[in-house]
């Protein structure tokens, strides 16, 4: 947006504007000093992250219903795609949190399609990436903290602070022990969705600063292969960040419904 | 240049992850996305493949027990099969073995009466033989006397009748 204004001949890096949220159908008056698209949002307003959002409940949809829309005994290739995705997860919630687990499932499958869609749609020239923002991961990583942390208490009681109390140590370090554990867990959630965003907004901040050394023209081969080779790594990152958020919300609940170590 | 202020505005806030105005909205929108792909995930998609593997599991399942049972259908087969050829062998031995028993009594029945009958006209020649030979002895006996007498005649001596005929008798028994 700035971009027009610039000096001639000056490097103009914007990496973090790629972040901003906006509303939809909206343009900004340049007449005014307030832009018109990121002033004061209210909670209700269409932005492009409901855009963004949306998109990823669509390809969810397109994976896993359509896709699977034949319920073919041979699967076709789009079936095989969506039963990939569901024996993948169904088998790390078998093998990670028990089979007591698998009672679970639906909610694990839930947030790996949305993190993995997610992550995959940001990765589009131009796309939003909602899983780069704080807010969002926040929310998934304080909501698995909470759910599991209640769902401790309602599946084992007070006994679930057994947890913090590493029975196996020596009696003398075991207060030491439930000390750290008690801040491991607390700074598990935090831990969790900054992770995923920290690792979203990196890429694909680097990938923008790529993208503006190519404005030079002696650097920009260099410039463009390395947003190529960053591209190919932010691939390979989008995967891994779905897939470890989705096999730690696992080893939660494995604490969760076997807190005694 | 009024853009520009707006673009150092937005720049003094900061990273846009930080900008907490934005939060509500974001945390509205994604509860209602994570809801929307809960939905259609229990209510939908995975109960369908779940299903679907299901199915496959029961088809392929079921498919292994058929053909197994099939592999013993064809080894029964194959065994009645056997048996079959083991019986008709033995059934075909026995005719065999029969029709020869068969054979052999009825040749040695027809041989047994074949030499009866031999015996009996062997006996009957020899019967006829034995009168024949009587009848010749008794001729020659006969003829013999009748020539000695002629040839006692011829040499001109009177004959006794009854001494030729002892003297010939006693030649024709010793």
């Given at each position: 947006m700035a971009t027009g204004g610039e000096e001639s001949g000056a490097l103009s890096f914007h990496?973090?504007?790629?972040f901003i949220v906006s509303r939809l159908f909206c343009s900004d008056?340049?007449?005014?000093?307030?832009n018109e698209c990121t002033y004061d949002i209210a909670w209700y307003e269409l932005t492009n992250v409901t855009l963004w959002l949306a998109l990823a409940v669509l390809a969810v949809f397109a994976m896993l219903v359509l896709g699977t829309?034949?319920?073919?005994?041979?699967?076709s290739r789009s079936q095989s795609i969506g039963e990939l995705a569901y024996g993948f997860i169904h088998k790390m919630v078998e093998d990670?949190?028990?089979?007591?687990g698998l009672k679970y499932f639906p909610y694990i499958m839930t947030l790996f399609m949305f993190i993995v869609m997610a992550n995959f749609l940001g990765l589009i020239p131009t796309s939003f990436t909602t899983t780069s923002h704080i807010a969002v991961t926040a929310v998934l990583g304080f909501g698995v903290f909470i759910a599991v942390t209640v769902l401790g208490f309602v599946k084992?009681?007070?006994?679930?602070?057994?947890?913090?109390?590493?029975?196996?140590?020596?009696l003398v370090l075991r207060p030491i022990l439930a000390l750290i554990e008690v801040i491991s867990y607390f700074v598990r959630p935090v831990s969790h969705s900054i992770r995923l965003a920290g690792n979203l907004m990196a890429g694909h901040a680097v990938l923008k600063v790529f993208a503006g050394f190519a404005q030079v023209t002696a650097i920009a081969p260099i410039a463009i292969f390395g947003v190529v080779a960053i591209y190919g790594l932010e691939v390979l990152v989008s995967f891994i960040q779905a897939y470890v958020f989705t096999i730690l919300t696992c080893v939660y609940l494995k604490d969760a419904l076997h807190p005694h170590h | 240049m009024a853009t520009e202020t707006a673009g150092a505005a937005e720049d003094s806030v900061g990273l846009p992850q930080l900008d907490f105005s934005t939060f509500d909205n974001q945390i509205f929108w994604l509860v209602v996305a994570l809801l929307a792909i809960y939905f259609i995930l229990s209510r939908i998609a995975l109960p369908r493949i779940g299903s679907v593997l299901a199915e496959r599991q029961g088809t392929i399942t079921n498919d292994i027990a058929a053909a197994e049972e099939l592999k013993h259908k064809a080894t029964a087969a194959e065994a009645a099969y056997d048996k079959a050829l083991a019986d008709a062998r033995a059934e075909a031995d026995r005719i065999v073995g029969e029709t020869k028993a068969e054979i052999q009594s009825e040749l040695d029945a027809e041989l047994a009466k074949a030499d009866a009958e031999i015996a009996a006209r062997t006996s009957e020649s020899e019967a006829a033989i034995a009168e024949i030979r009587d009848g010749a002895k008794d001729s020659v006996r006969e003829v013999a006397k009748d020539t000695a007498m002629a040839i006692v005649a011829a040499l001109g001596r009177d004959a006794d009748q009854s001494a030729v005929d002892k003297a010939v008798e006693k030649e024709m028994t010793s």
């Open positions: 990496p973090m504007d790629q008056d340049a007449e005014t000093a307030v829309r034949n319920r073919a005994v041979v699967p990670v949190a028990g089979r007591e084992n009681g007070a006994s679930f602070l057994g947890l913090f109390w590493v029975s196996s140590a020596p | -």
